[in-house]
């Protein structure tokens, strides 16, 4: 685990440095390269609103460079996009002048607003102009540099790319437009919704109810909430100044896949039965989701890197569109069979469950599956220029659609009767130190629910604190070490203190004789009575007026 964890931080700390530090739509660099044709960047622009606000400086004695205005027409961008079997030329060939697509940087072309300054051999050409662009749809735009038979590029560049002038649209590229919004919005939900499961919490903990496993859902719903901040944070800043901060966004995207695993976590541990059915997963359990679990991690650890360094900027690409992102899927598929499985085997030995697992596993029989189908859709199915958009708005979806179920599912309520819960948490120790015979130490008592009533005062039941219901019947043990000077308590055969029930009268006017008490088979006969001791070991039995003695 150690070698996971520091490989998980190495590449938090890789990816953090391998972002670029201007990845707004306020771009500005410097080109020194001996090619005669490179890419600057790319926008999307709206119908009508699109705008581009340039500043190019360059020698005098490099003239003349061209800024060339490719759309994502299949026979603009895709024709000379790494096509190296292209010259410049051909690659120039494919604008069309009548659409003002070729801006050369000299000062007879009049829209380009070049001016000389400086004087002799400091002679620069100085270019200060606009360009605005309409089209039938949202379209990507392609922006590339050239200089056709020359000597190499080299040229300063300043751009503001936008689209209108409102805080929600102005510097996003029509793709990422909603996203500010959508993010705003999910963050608020997701707030309450881990609000509701804290206030769910204190409940269940007064019960003796909060189990490991509710711990987990509360952990995964935080850590989205956190995602969200920073992704909100990300964007605002983006909104507001056209350049964002790109360690904000990864941040957020860790912990949105932090979040995502621990969930999976949770899901397969629940469909094992753990904290449901059985106090423990076996060893052999343990280590196979131990490597399980390493295995999604390096891999989305692995899906982070490719995305930063080898995603191509000239493309339109999407996370899951790499063999990391396919990986990914498989594993998600992987881990849905496992998931079936746990189930089916938890339900053949807890058929009384079945009111838990039914409507649980089939909520998340559509959970497993919408991840992977969302991504070959996003893949093949998704135009390009709204991609971003749509499966931002989407991913959330599956996300909030995840944790409501649980919420639901898990909600302390008398109403409730898909509640998992049966076993106190004090009572785990209980069972995991004295088995019954017969029955692995790990393995709950077969009973449905451990308060059904659910009644509305958050403080335990103390009569059930150290008790364990395994089916009708007066006799009740209790598994607890009994020191006392002088004599000692006999116990049976299982080593347990006997304990039995005797009905009391309500009225108190003649004193009836004594009931012998009912005595186990195996049982030694009982000692004198222990008067101290029978108030701290006092339970209620089957009905409301007894008292064991």
Not at 131 to 150: D, H, M, P, T
Not at 273 to 288: D, E, L, M, N, P
Not at 395 to 423: C, D, E, W
Request: glycine share 8%.
């Amino acid at each position: 685990m150690e070698v996971c964890e520091r490989l998980l931080c190495l590449a938090m700390v890789s990816s953090l440095f391998c972002v670029s530090s201007v990845v707004g739509k306020y771009v500005k660099g410097i080109v020194n390269t001996k090619e005669d044709w490179v890419f600057l960047t790319r926008f999307c622009f709206l119908t009508d609103f699109g705008r581009l606000d340039f500043r190019f400086r360059y020698a005098k004695s490099r003239c003349c460079q061209n800024i060339l205005l490719y759309f994502d027409d299949s026979s603009q961008w895709p024709a000379v996009y790494k096509r190296p079997d292209k010259t410049c030329y051909q690659k120039e060939a494919v604008l069309r002048p009548e659409n003002n697509q070729v801006i050369n940087l000299t000062t007879h072309y009049t829209w380009s607003g070049c001016a000389v300054e400086g004087e002799g051999n400091d002679e620069v050409l100085s270019c200060v102009g606009g360009r605005s662009f309409r089209s039938v749809r949202e379209r990507w735009w392609y922006i590339a540099l050239s200089k056709c038979g020359g000597d190499g590029l080299q040229l300063e560049y300043e751009m503001k790319l936008t689209n209108g002038q409102s805080f929600w649209t102005q510097h996003f590229s029509a793709d990422e437009f909603g996203i500010l919004e959508t993010d705003i919005t999910f963050l608020a939900i997701f707030s309450f919704v881990f609000l509701l499961s804290c206030y769910f919490a204190y409940n269940l903990k007064g019960r003796q109810l909060l189990h490991t496993t509710y711990k987990m859902f509360m952990t995964a719903a935080g850590v989205e909430v956190l995602s969200l901040l920073f992704h909100c944070t990300y964007w605002g800043l983006y909104a507001r100044e056209g350049v964002g901060n790109g360690s904000l966004k990864l941040l957020g995207k860790l912990l949105f896949s932090v979040s995502f695993l621990v969930f999976l976590l949770m899901l397969i541990l629940l469909g094992k039965g753990f904290t449901v059915t059985r106090a423990r997963i076996s060893h052999s359990g343990s280590v196979k989701l131990s490597i399980y679990m390493t295995v999604y991690t390096i891999t989305y650890i692995i899906l982070f890197i490719y995305e930063a360094e080898f995603f191509d900027p000239g493309e339109v690409l999407y996370s899951y569109d790499s063999p990391a992102g396919y990986g990914l899927m498989g594993l998600q598929l992987l881990a849905y069979v496992w998931f079936c499985y746990a189930v089916l085997i938890s339900l053949k030995h807890y058929p009384e469950k079945q009111p838990f697992y039914i409507p649980f596993f089939t909520a998340y029989t559509l959970w497993f599956f919408a991840v992977p189908v969302m991504a070959l859709i996003a893949n093949f199915g998704i135009p390009r220029w709204a991609r971003e958009k749509i499966v931002n708005g989407i991913q959330l979806g599956i996300h909030l659609y995840a944790h409501i179920v649980f919420l639901a599912i898990t909600r302390p309520s008398a109403a409730n009767k898909n509640f998992p819960y049966h076993v106190r948490t004090s009572q785990i120790g209980i069972l995991l130190s004295s088995p019954k015979a017969g029955a692995p130490g790990e393995s709950f008592p077969h009973h449905a629910y451990g308060n059904s009533s659910f009644l509305g005062d958050s403080q335990p039941n103390f009569t059930e604190l150290f008790s364990i219901q395994s089916g009708p019947g007066p006799v009740k043990t209790v598994e607890e070490t009994v020191a006392r000077k002088g004599q000692e308590v006999p116990r049976n055969n299982d080593q347990k203190i006997i304990t039995t029930t005797a009905d009391l009268v309500s009225t108190f006017s003649t004193p009836l004789p004594p009931i012998p008490p009912r005595i186990s088979a195996h049982a030694t006969p009982l000692p004198s009575r222990l008067p101290s001791f029978t108030e701290y070991f006092s339970m209620q039995g089957g009905g409301g007026g007894s008292t064991t003695a």
